[in-house]
């Protein structure tokens, strides 16, 4: 069993930063790979990035690539989302997932607001 918690969210201006974090409960939380979803308003839960237990492997989707940057600290069980040059179409809540499978994912975090203003 794994909980999650993500924090880190908030309001900032367009081109502004922000990062989140998920911290995660369990001692072998290097063996889950951990993704971030997001869902906006009216709209779908969508992915946006994940990364392999051990760090090694990592994607993101398109529409943040270059502005989004995925890492994991095994030691402090965190996975991180750096953000950057956010842009309003960002606004979201983010939530973190874990599974054994890169690219399964069975225990999901509460989420967290981030609103981007223009």
């Known amino acids: 069993q794994v909980q999650l918690v993500e924090s880190g969210g908030g309001l900032v201006q367009a081109g502004g930063s922000l990062r989140l974090s998920c911290a995660a409960s369990?001692?072998?939380?290097?063996?889950?790979?951990v993704a971030w979803f997001r869902q906006a308003p009216g709209k779908e839960r969508e992915f946006v990035a994940s990364?392999?237990?051990?760090?090694?492997?990592?994607d993101n989707t398109e529409s943040v690539k270059g502005r989004f940057t995925i890492s994991r600290d095994n030691a402090k069980n965190t996975v991180y989302l750096q953000m950057d040059n956010l842009k309003p179409e960002d606004t979201a809540v983010y939530y973190c997932?874990?599974?054994?499978?890169?690219?399964?994912?069975?225990?999901w975090g509460q989420g967290t607001q981030v609103t981007v203003s223009s």
């Open positions: 369990g001692r072998t939380f290097s063996l889950y790979a």
């Open positions: 990364i392999s237990g051990s760090g090694t492997w990592t």
């Open positions: 997932a874990a599974g054994k499978i890169y690219g399964s994912y069975h225990y």
